[in-house]
């Protein structure tokens, strides 16, 4: 069980009974929350990622940046149809490659520091956001931090992969909690968890579900998603 909190994977266990119940004790073990607990805790972190989300998307919007929220309640959203914690508390926001440096300088200008261009020269930070894909900020003392991304899947030679406009004109809107936001469409959903899980190990076992739910509960088509 705590294997499974571990790995971020309880949330998607839970929802498959006949897998839970084989590996659970009723009551829980002591030191295991009941089911009913960690939904309701997951909930309760998920909503607090989403405002910090859409705090964020407000603050950018209205310096004319268009922003593209995924993974994190996006992707929650998605697939279980609320917010949830855990994995699903990540925040991550795609912004096109000519709003990156605009985007980061709102950001700096309200508290949060950059992971990577913080402290270097004008040429050094210019030649990152040019050949660079994300950075990460955070807030000293507040356990607030998000990624922004201005290219999700950068080509070394030729166009990206998945260019922001694109990704835009694909794009759907989410609503939850009085808030209202951009992610990406189905088939960029599922490509993003496919090559991120890539990116950063299959060991991350709950990526290969975000992949098995994206296949099971989104619109896919698979032409597009092949082209």
Known sequence: MRSCEEQGIRRYLQD??????RITDSPPREGIVSDEQFR??????????LLFQCEIIRL???????????????LALLLFGEPAGGSFEEIALFVSPQDAAKAADILAAHGFRAGFTH?????QRADF????????????GVSR?????WRLFPSWLGPDLLPFDDAWADSVQLEHGGFVWRTLGPDHTLMTSALMAYAF??????????????????????QDVLE
Not at 67 to 74: E, K, P, W
Not at 145 to 149: E, R
């Open 129 to 140: 956001f040019r050949y660079g894909g994300a950075d990460g900020f955070y807030q000293e």
């Open 16 to 21: 498959f009974p006949g897998i839970w119940q």
């Open 119 to 123: 402290g270097v020269n004008a040429t």
């Open 40 to 49: 309701r805790e997951g909930r309760d972190k998920g909503r607090e990622a």
């Open 60 to 74: 950018l919007e209205e310096h004319g940046v268009r922003v593209l929220a995924f993974q994190g309640s996006s």
């Open 145 to 149: 931090h998000l990624l922004l991304y």
């Open 201 to 222: 190990g299959f060991s991350r076992l709950h990526r290969l579900l975000d992949i098995a739910l994206c296949l099971e509960r989104l619109d896919i088509s698979w």
